[in-house]
């Protein structure tokens, strides 16, 4: 099995001397000048001591960027001794302070580790997780695309990442076949791709020995069935769009890397599911754990070349359009076998944006999201998203019935989105974070507030189309414990008069219906104007409205929505409980 990925080693320089690498050098000047980021265990046991995993998981991203950079560098430059080799070196340094580190592993996934009550990793019992996957990834890129300079600069060295990769991650991997992140039960999640892609990546570019790398490429090929098997055939994921790219395109990353012997079927509708939950600009709906703002640092390239595999003009014209909109042909962010295959794709290098991905409407069944515009292939004038589902959902929110509208691809009515991870993220007391909440979700609250678990979702979901309306019903009775019957229905209508109509058919009063908003609001009598772009109304005289500011600190809530959000409460007393929402003209 000669399985090897088209992207040449440095000693190729027809290849790497026609790329136009500027950015990439610039931003790896700037990281050479400023010091390393260093691993610490104080960083890394902040986790069990006061719930703080960013303090390490930042630093250890730090470092893993800092060297892509510096290899990319090397790679463009071709640095070679006895000629300067900055960022040779500054890219060794970095593999060895990576080699050097006691765990790969973020220590909210250890088991071993909180297993045993302890704060600090054991380097002789490695739990194979994301971090050390990513890890594992990187030192097989570096060492394939960068090996015969390490050879010359640093003898011993590949010896050494082949080793670390060995006992960290490849024999972990060959030796437990229980880890829960295969889903052998069923519930195989982005964990599954995501830990697969470094091994495959390991195996077919560290392991010498045929036999072995074929054994592993078989477990890899194995292992990623479970995660096919779960995926919906309306191409939907509901971990949502930011996870999109750490489960199904790091599967068709892997695909891309077994080649002719990876012959997992694949939902072609898998590709199309970033460019449907687009509301415009870099606004995405962004259900469970995802920020509002999709960051620019992905690999549309992949998008791309599946797109153009599978005929798809849609997904092509979404990925080029959203790469060049940030003016990069990679993002080394994304990783450093994403950035190679990138910038060795002839194809994508050409690319030029054109055509349309907006369609009037999108409608998943499997995920039961509705995203319907007032005008298709343009996000101009009003958009709709509405939600149904259920909160056993994977990075859950208690959201169930929850809508987005947004005004020229803007949302206003909108998802407070994914906080910063904490240890208690995913444990018991995940909904004790205020973003994850119903009550700040724009859903109904009728005395109760919805509570966790796949038991508690929507029922009797119905989805309308027409070319002059579309709509989605639902019972949220199921979510609310105690309700017997919740009928909500979110409209969009598109003509006459262009709008959305929410309507709450029950028989609970008062009943409050919450509204997370996204700019600055004007409350007036028996109408909201949000940003000066829509306005939202209801009957004052059955109606009273509460408005709140909720400042910001989360970084992560910052990047998004700036210093605060509000939250528009609408107390129904008596009468109907419907709101109107329309763009200010």
């Not at 592993?105 to 088991?111: N, T, V």
């Not at 880890?179 to 892609?197: E, F, Q, R, T, V």
């Not at 038991?455 to 989605?472: I, N, P, Q, W």
């Not at 059955?542 to 408005?547: D, F, G, K, R, Y």
Request: proline share 7%; aromatic share 6%.
């Amino acid at each position: 099995m000669a399985l090897r990925p088209p992207v040449p080693d440095v000693r190729d320089r027809t290849v790497w001397d026609a790329v136009d690498g500027a950015a990439i050098l610039a931003e790896a000047e700037a990281v050479l000048a400023r010091p390393a980021p260093v691993l610490t265990a104080t960083a890394w046991a902040r986790t069990f001591r006061d719930g703080v995993r960013t303090d390490y998981e930042d630093a250890a991203r730090a470092l893993r960027e800092r060297v892509t950079l510096l290899v990319l560098a090397a790679v463009l430059t071709g640095e070679v001794p006895p000629k300067p080799v900055r960022f040779l070196d500054g890219a060794i340094d970095g593999l060895v302070a990576l080699a050097e580190a006691t765990t790969w592993c973020w220590a909210p996934h250890d088991r071993h580790a909180a297993g045993r009550g302890e704060v600090l990793a054991d380097p002789g019992d490695p739990f194979l997780d994301l971090g050390a996957a990513e890890v594992a990834s990187l030192f097989a890129w570096a060492d394939h695309v960068l090996g015969p300079h390490l050879e010359l600069r640093a003898p011993g060295l590949r010896r050494r990442l082949r080793r670390e990769v060995d006992v960290r991650v490849l024999t972990p991997f060959e030796r437990v076949r229980d880890w829960h992140w295969l889903g052998l039960d069923g519930d195989a999640h982005n964990w599954n791709p995501w830990i697969h892609s470094g091994v495959l990546a390991a195996a077919v570019l560290l392991v010498d020995d045929e036999e072995r790398r074929e054994r592993l490429v078989r477990l890899v090929a194995e292992g990623l069935e479970h995660y096919v098997a779960v995926l919906p055939d309306d191409g939907g994921v509901d971990e949502g769009v930011a996870y999109w790219w750490h489960g199904a395109c790091r599967l068709l990353e892997c695909l891309d890397l077994l080649g002719e012997t990876g012959d997992l079927p694949l939902p072609a509708e898998l590709i199309r599911f970033p460019h449907r939950m687009h509301l415009g600009g870099d606004a995405y709906v962004n259900a469970g754990d995802a920020p509002a703002r999709l960051p620019l640092a992905q690999p549309w390239h992949v998008l791309y070349r599946w797109g153009r595999r599978l005929s798809d003009d849609e997904v092509c014209a979404h990925a080029v359009s959203r790469a060049r909109e940030g003016g990069r042909l990679v993002w080394p962010e994304a990783g450093l076998g994403r950035a190679l295959t990138g910038l060795t794709d002839p194809d994508w290098r050409t690319a030029e944006p054109g055509g349309t991905w907006l369609a009037r409407e999108e409608w998943l069944p499997r995920v039961q999201v509705l995203v319907a515009r007032e005008t298709a292939g343009t996000a101009r004038g009003l958009t709709l998203a509405v939600k149904a589902g259920h909160n056993g959902e994977r990075h859950n929110h208690l959201d169930v019935g929850s809508y987005w509208v947004a005004v020229d691809g803007v949302p206003l009515v909108a998802d407070v989105g994914q906080p910063t991870y904490t240890a208690a993220s995913f444990g018991p007391d995940r909904y004790r974070a205020w973003p994850l909440r119903s009550e700040w979700h724009n859903v109904p609250e009728p005395g109760v507030t919805q509570e966790p678990g796949e038991a508690s979702g929507a029922r009797d979901v119905r989805v309308e189309l027409t070319a002059s309306a579309a709509t989605l019903t639902a019972d949220l009775a199921g979510a609310y414990p105690g309700v017997p019957r919740w009928i909500r229905s979110v409209r969009l209508v598109r003509a006459p008069h262009p709008h959305v109509l929410v309507t709450d058919d029950d028989s609970v009063r008062p009943v409050r219906l919450r509204h997370v908003l996204a700019g600055d609001v004007e409350l007036g009598d028996g109408e909201a104007v949000v940003a000066g772009k829509l306005r939202l109304s209801w009957d004052p005289r059955h109606t009273t409205a509460e408005l709140e500011r909720r400042p910001l600190a989360d970084p992560l809530l910052r990047a998004s929505w700036g210093e605060h959000l509000d939250r528009l409460t609408l107390v129904v007393h008596d009468g109907p409980a419907r709101v109107r929402l329309e763009r200010v003209r």
